[in-house]
């Protein structure tokens, strides 16, 4: 079974910094493409950024010039650093991939989710 583990969510203040981790295990061939996701209250899930397993990088507008992700193929692990934080990026932020488990199956998998929280 594939796990995804996030960490690194927390209370901060307006124009601070987290980064948050997103961290793969369990049984897989590959992992393709890994994103971020955010879910504010009363609102519906949005894209925060992708990353494929080649670099490559996509934002979502409202986190464009402030987040940047990255990932480290080889700990299966994707990073996203958020500065100059906003009382509206408060969100639960939820980490997603997809990819392959075997030959025959496919694999996408959700975490549980860590809360990011940006208030005075």
């Known amino acids: 079974q594939v796990q995804l583990v996030e960490s690194g969510g927390g209370l901060v203040q307006p124009g601070g910094s987290l980064r948050l981790s997103c961290a793969a295990s369990?049984?897989?061939?590959?992992?393709?493409?890994m994103y971020w996701y955010r879910q504010a209250p009363g609102k519906e899930r949005e894209l925060v950024a992708s990353?494929?397993?080649?670099?490559?990088?996509n934002y979502g507008d409202s986190v464009k010039g402030r987040f940047t992700i990255s990932r480290d193929n080889a700990k299966n692990t994707a990073y996203l650093q958020m500065n100059s934080l906003k009382p509206e990026d408060t969100a639960v932020y939820y980490c997603?991939?997809?990819?392959?488990?075997?030959?025959?199956?496919?694999?996408?998998?959700w975490g549980q989710g860590t809360l990011v929280t940006v208030s005075s």
């Open positions: 997603n991939a997809d990819g392959r488990v075997n030959a025959w199956r496919s694999l996408e998998v």
């Open positions: 369990g049984s897989f061939l590959w992992i393709n493409t």
């Open positions: 990353i494929t397993n080649g670099g490559t990088t």
